[in-house]
């Protein structure tokens, strides 16, 4: 569904993603797993279009969207949960739901998906009229993984869920990616908490200074050595 191949990402002198190629199936959740710097904020970026690759070329569903404008890619169907969740502070929850809807007219379905969200996420149900900055970030989290939901996404690209939020609050965000994977919705998940990317993925690419340095069935790369001495602290 997803074909990256010999991406590139640069700041200035700074070799950000060294020429990268990797791939996403319909319905997997795969993992992209790394140390901070590594480049995986770099590489979705770069798939949402949200910065320019200095080279290489990104499919998907079989159409070049390397040098479409992002609001395009974001119409094809790719939907970027940013690092830092990015939810618009001074609108409400339910206001910040139905941003996520903007490109849609179909207002029964949108709010049938709204009521999914809050299913999902029933936090986010008691506090749909509070302003999304005097949430808290688990809850903005949960607010910003809603909102790319609310767009129908075909892929959704994970950037660091679980950063920064206390373990209870990571075991709900993380039990509603599952349901949604469950779901059949297609998931690039990074990660630094590399043992929890691993547990829910099915496959994992392991990025290091800016390149591939392992990659394999998640569950085979939780027992690889390597990776266990690497990133999971063993
Ligand atoms: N806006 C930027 N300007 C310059 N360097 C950047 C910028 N964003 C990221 N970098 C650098 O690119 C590299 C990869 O960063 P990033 O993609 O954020 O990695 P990760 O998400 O794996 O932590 C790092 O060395 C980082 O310092
Ligand atoms: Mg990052």
Redesign the pocket.
Known sequence: MLEVTGLR?A??G?H??KSITFHINEGEMVALI??????????LKAIARVLDAAGGDVHFAGEDITRLPAHEVLGRGIALVP?GRGVFPRLTVAENLMMGAYIRHDRAEIARDMEQVYDHFPRLREREGQLAGTLSGGEQQMLAIGRALMGRPKLLLL?EPSMGLAPLMVQKIFAVIQAVAAQGMTILL?EQNARLALEVSQRAYV?ES?GISHTGNSAELLTDARVRAAYLGE
């Open positions: 990402v700041y200035g700074i950000a993603v790394g140390a901070n710097g590594a480049g995986k904020t770099s590489t690092e950037d990074v990025m800016g």
